[in-house]
């Protein structure tokens, strides 16, 4: 996803072309909470979105929310939430 304020556009790019020469490895942290959905189908339901415009929100609709939306059906996010809001952006 490119992200500018508010939106954010759906890509799709070459994982090679992503990382460059940075090493990277696939997360599957919650595996044991969620049973995940197979990789053809998250293929297929990211490939359905690619080009879409989608609200972006660091908060509550993210690239960690959308990423675990596809891959589980359930947007979460782990970075965010009320534990780690700081204060003063709370009140």
């Known amino acids: 996803m490119s992200s500018v304020a508010d939106r954010a556009i759906v890509k799709k790019k ?3 072309d ?3 020469t940075h090493p990277y490895r696939v997360n599957n ?3 044991d909470e969620y049973k995940s959905f197979p990789p053809s ?4 339901r990211v490939e359905k ?3 879409w415009e989608l609200c972006y929100s660091l908060t509550s609709q993210n ?3 959308f990423v675990n939306e596809l891959c589980y059906g359930v947007p979460r996010s782990d970075q965010v939430g009320p534990h780690r809001v700081p ?5």
């Not at 189908?41 to 297929?44: A, G």
């Not at 204060?87 to 009140?91: K, L, M």
């Open 29 to 31: 942290k919650h595996d």
């Open 63 to 65: 690239r960690e929310h």
């Open 87 to 91: 204060s003063s952006v709370v009140s």
């Open 18 to 20: 992503v990382v460059g």
């Open 49 to 51: 979105l690619v080009g």
């Open 41 to 44: 189908k998250i293929i297929q």
């Open 14 to 16: 070459r994982l090679c």
